[in-house]
T-cell receptor
């Protein structure tokens, strides 16, 4: 059974810091991994999607890496800003019929001005 | 021009009632989903439809019945509501069964009293 774990559960940093959010999954047989952002009272916004054949994806100040063999992904946020404050979730897409997406519990990030 | 819209945003009702949540996407996607986010913020898939056909049906009580009249709509009907049904329900869509990014609606907060 696939389990997705995110560490830390919460993180508070001063503005301008570079930071890393971690995601681990127990079964390496995934099709892709996505990082999402969720603001309070809102839905999830897809930030980056890494296919299983890829090692990383970049978008602006965000960089996500994927190491399937070790079951790990990181989301790197450069030069953090107060507007980055949100909950960040990672999710893996399973195959094997059904294509289910399994989510981690998220990391709550607070960037202090 | 909201991509995935769901209504209502808030729903407060009493135990035993029947209620529906509607979802529409204007992205031209062929796959739609219902997710449940509980009080601990865990997001779990409930149903997935691809081209109006049920693909994923997690172990959800049969009081929950999804209906997809066309590719752009996936509604969720809940019979005999229980206290434990209180949660935020998210609709999402994607092109293909998850190989492209998931697009989420803003959620429906259901409170059963």
């Amino acid at each position: 059974k696939q389990e997705v774990t995110q560490i830390p559960a919460a993180l508070s940093v001063p503005e301008g810091e570079n930071l890393v959010l971690n995601c681990s999954f127990t079964d390496s047989a995934i099709y892709n991994l996505q990082w999402f952002r969720q603001d309070p009272g809102k839905g999830l916004t897809s930030l980056l999607l890494i296919q299983s054949s890829q090692r990383e994806q970049t978008s602006g100040r965000l960089n996500a890496s994927l190491d399937k063999s070790s079951g790990r992904s990181t989301l790197y946020i450069a030069a953090s800003q107060p507007g980055d404050s949100a909950t960040y979730l990672c999710a893996v897409l399973l195959g094997g019929g059904g294509f289910k997406t399994i989510f981690g519990a998220g990391t709550r990030l607070f960037v202090k001005a | 021009d909201t991509a995935v819209s769901q209504t209502p945003k808030y729903l407060v009702t009493q135990m035993g009632n029947d209620k529906s949540i509607k979802c529409e996407q204007n992205l031209g996607h062929d796959t739609m989903y219902w997710y449940k986010q509980d009080s601990k913020k865990f997001l779990k898939i409930m149903f997935s439809y691809n081209n109006k056909e049920l693909i994923i049906n997690e172990t959800v009580p049969n009081r929950f019945s999804p209906k997809s009249p066309d590719k752009a709509h996936l509604n969720l009907h809940i019979n005999s509501l229980e206290l434990g049904d209180s949660a935020v329900y998210f609709c999402a869509s994607s092109q293909g069964q998850g190989s492209s990014p998931l697009h989420f609606g803003n959620g429906t907060r259901l409170t059963v009293t």
